[in-house]
């Protein structure tokens, strides 16, 4: 009831008499003008939108706009229209938004040609153009970019965030790269979806706060080494790229979080390779169906001068459900204990001696941390142990057994021997009776011949 009445004092706050019009036609609840899927096909008219003062955020989306002609006055942090038909944008078109903190234009036409810094263009005060000093979030995902223009964000000092995903680089070139690069207070910078391979030198090195970066569903074939250009980034996002091995990775002592899910390729993380992320707090390596091998020392670093064991970055966090692992090295990871989230679940784990600790160190832990985490773990092999939970073994301190050195299973030795036993037991007669019956035959043609014989040991005998 409360929230209801607050709810209603506040539309009454953002939109005065002469914004009622707008809210006849849109939903103005809460600090959001909401005019999604209203079939607007150009702005109404200046009067309808002055009544409109401090709304949070003002939607246009799934309209049918194409034309978007400079914005009256008017009071908003967010402004989105994505999912229109944008193909021009007139020059300062956001120029009387002041407060502007937020404009997202993805899912649009825009081409390199029609987005021109001249679009992003302020006030005009008497020398030059102010800039959109408010200006903090633009997403431009989803258009027809090839390319931007090199001065595109010159008139956005403030700009934090930047989403260009989702559009058709195939590469980052020159100019592309200068207009990322001149950004200078840019934090989290999303390529997801470009069809990028490979990126260009000196792309990150100016930007020295970028702490997120999204490179997604690329064409990487490995973790890009322009990205030890960094100075303080904290999340790479490498899902579903078509690496299929990790060999190496730059040098990123900041990197914190590293996500390389959904990797169809993926097949060995191998030695040493993540060993330059000194830093890293968690590791997300799940959906990865084809991964079946990570070395016990992907992480660490050897020991270096004086040390006398090797470093293990300072993981607090690993996921690494979903894959196609066998069998778990408990070096892996200096400290199971001191993990927060460990998540090893749907993976064919191997129910024999060399995962044991799973079940005696690493099971416990994780029912510590969160007990729903041992449900999906279960064996795949050996077949007796198949679809066995290995919470139920950990809990009943069972001890599994070796695979001898061919593979084989122990437990199929136990009906070899019987099959054996049983031979045996069935030759042992057979062979008793041939003997007795050719003895006998032997001992009738030849007794005295060695009667004769024996009496000539014994003689023999007596003579020593
Ligand atoms: C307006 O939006 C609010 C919040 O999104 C919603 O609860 C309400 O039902 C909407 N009103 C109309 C008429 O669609
Ligand atoms: C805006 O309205 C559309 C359609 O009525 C609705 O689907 C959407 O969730 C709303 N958005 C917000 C932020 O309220
Ligand atoms: C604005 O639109 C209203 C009707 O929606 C119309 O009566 C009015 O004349 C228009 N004003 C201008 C300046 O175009
Ligand atoms: C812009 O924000 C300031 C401070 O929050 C506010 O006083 C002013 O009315 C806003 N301007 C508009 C046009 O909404
Ligand atoms: C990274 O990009 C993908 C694909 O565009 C998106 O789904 C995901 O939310 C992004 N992640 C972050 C943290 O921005
Ligand atoms: C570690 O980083 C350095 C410098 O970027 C690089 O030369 C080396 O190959 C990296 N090592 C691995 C194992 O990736
Ligand atoms: C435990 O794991 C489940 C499944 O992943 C998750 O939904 C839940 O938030 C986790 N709980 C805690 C306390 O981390
Ligand atoms: C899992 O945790 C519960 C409650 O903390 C405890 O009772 C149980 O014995 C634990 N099981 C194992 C296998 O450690």
């Given at each position: 009831?409360?929230?209801?009445?607050?709810?209603?004092?506040?539309?009454?706050?953002?939109?005065?008499?002469?914004?009622?019009?707008?809210?006849?036609?849109?939903?103005?609840?809460?600090?959001?003008?909401?005019?999604?899927?209203?079939?607007?096909?150009?702005?109404?008219?200046?009067?309808?939108?002055?009544?409109?003062?401090?709304?949070?955020?003002?939607?246009?989306?799934?309209?049918?706009?194409?034309?978007?002609?400079?914005?009256?006055?008017?009071?908003?942090?967010?402004?989105?229209?994505?999912?229109?038909?944008?193909?021009?944008?007139?020059?300062?078109?956001?120029?009387?938004?002041?407060?502007?903190?937020?404009?997202?234009?993805?899912?649009?036409?825009?081409?390199?040609?029609?987005?021109?810094?001249?679009?992003?263009?302020?006030?005009?005060?008497?020398?030059?153009?102010?800039?959109?000093?408010?200006?903090?979030?633009?997403?431009?995902?989803?258009?027809?970019?090839?390319?931007?223009?090199?001065?595109?964000?010159?008139?956005?000092?403030?700009?934090?965030?930047?989403?260009?995903?989702?559009?058709?680089?195939?590469?980052?070139?020159?100019?592309?790269?200068?207009?990322?690069?001149?950004?200078?207070?840019?934090?989290?910078?999303?390529?997801?979806?470009?069809?990028?391979?490979?990126?260009?030198?000196?792309?990150?090195?100016?930007?020295?706060?970028?702490?997120?970066?999204?490179?997604?569903?690329?064409?990487?074939?490995?973790?890009?080494?322009?990205?030890?250009?960094?100075?303080?980034?904290?999340?790479?996002?490498?899902?579903?790229?078509?690496?299929?091995?990790?060999?190496?990775?730059?040098?990123?002592?900041?990197?914190?979080?590293?996500?390389?899910?959904?990797?169809?390729?993926?097949?060995?993380?191998?030695?040493?390779?993540?060993?330059?992320?000194?830093?890293?707090?968690?590791?997300?390596?799940?959906?990865?169906?084809?991964?079946?091998?990570?070395?016990?020392?992907?992480?660490?670093?050897?020991?270096?001068?004086?040390?006398?064991?090797?470093?293990?970055?300072?993981?607090?966090?690993?996921?690494?459900?979903?894959?196609?692992?066998?069998?778990?090295?408990?070096?892996?990871?200096?400290?199971?204990?001191?993990?927060?989230?460990?998540?090893?679940?749907?993976?064919?784990?191997?129910?024999?001696?060399?995962?044991?600790?799973?079940?005696?160190?690493?099971?416990?832990?994780?029912?510590?941390?969160?007990?729903?985490?041992?449900?999906?773990?279960?064996?795949?092999?050996?077949?007796?142990?198949?679809?066995?939970?290995?919470?139920?073994?950990?809990?009943?301190?069972?001890?599994?057994?070796?695979?001898?050195?061919?593979?084989?299973?122990?437990?199929?030795?136990?009906?070899?021997?019987?099959?054996?036993?049983?031979c045996v037991m069935i030759l042992i007669p057979i062979v008793m009776g041939a003997i007795v019956i050719f003895s006998y035959r032997f001992h009738r043609k030849s007794y005295s011949h060695n009667f004769s014989y024996i009496h000539i040991a014994n003689q023999s005998k007596e003579n020593i």
């Open positions: 009831m409360w929230r209801l009445v607050t709810a209603g004092l506040l539309s009454l706050f953002v939109v005065n008499s002469r914004g009622m019009e707008m809210c006849e036609r849109c939903n103005c609840s809460g600090g959001v003008v909401n005019c999604s899927l209203k079939r607007m096909e150009d702005h109404m008219n200046d009067t309808v939108w002055q009544g409109i003062i401090n709304v949070d955020v003002f939607i246009l989306d799934y309209n049918g706009f194409v034309h978007l002609k400079t914005f009256p006055l008017f009071g908003t942090s967010k402004l989105s229209i994505r999912h229109n038909l944008i193909a021009k944008i007139d020059d300062g078109a956001f120029r009387f938004i002041t407060n502007l903190t937020e404009l997202d234009l993805s899912y649009n036409h825009l081409t390199s040609q029609s987005l021109t810094p001249h679009v992003f263009r302020g006030n005009y005060s008497p020398e030059k153009y102010e800039p959109l000093k408010n200006l903090e979030i633009l997403r431009l995902s989803g258009n027809l970019l090839h390319s931007l223009h090199n001065d595109l964000f010159e008139h956005l000092p403030s700009l934090k965030v930047l989403t260009i995903d989702s559009n058709p680089f195939k590469i980052l070139d020159l100019s592309t790269s200068i207009a990322i690069a001149s950004v200078y207070n840019l934090q989290v910078l999303d390529l997801s979806s470009t069809m990028l391979k490979s990126l260009p030198d000196n792309l990150i090195h100016s930007p020295k706060y970028l702490t997120v970066m999204n490179l997604s569903s690329n064409y990487f074939t490995e973790i890009p080494k322009q990205l030890q250009e960094a100075h303080s980034l904290e999340e790479l996002i490498l899902n579903d790229n078509p690496i299929s091995k990790i060999r190496n990775c730059p040098l990123v002592k900041t990197l914190k979080v590293l996500r390389m899910d959904w990797m169809p390729a993926l097949r060995t993380i191998e030695s040493r390779s993540l060993s330059n992320l000194t830093g890293l707090t968690e590791l997300h390596c799940s959906h990865n169906r084809h991964l079946q091998f990570i070395a016990e020392d992907a992480f660490t670093l050897p020991p270096e001068g004086e040390e006398e064991s090797p470093t293990w970055p300072p993981l607090a966090k690993i996921f690494l459900s979903h894959n196609d692992l066998r069998y778990l090295d408990f070096d892996l990871i200096s400290r199971w204990d001191k993990l927060k989230q460990i998540d090893i679940q749907m993976n064919p784990w191997v129910c024999d001696c060399n995962n044991q600790w799973m079940l005696s160190t690493l099971i416990p832990y994780i029912n510590q941390t969160n007990a729903s985490l041992t449900a999906g773990l279960v064996c795949n092999e050996p077949p007796e142990l198949l679809d066995v939970s290995m919470y139920e073994l950990s809990a009943r301190n069972s001890k599994m057994r070796c695979l001898d050195l061919y593979g084989n299973r122990p437990e199929n030795d136990g009906r070899i021997l019987v099959s054996i036993f049983i």
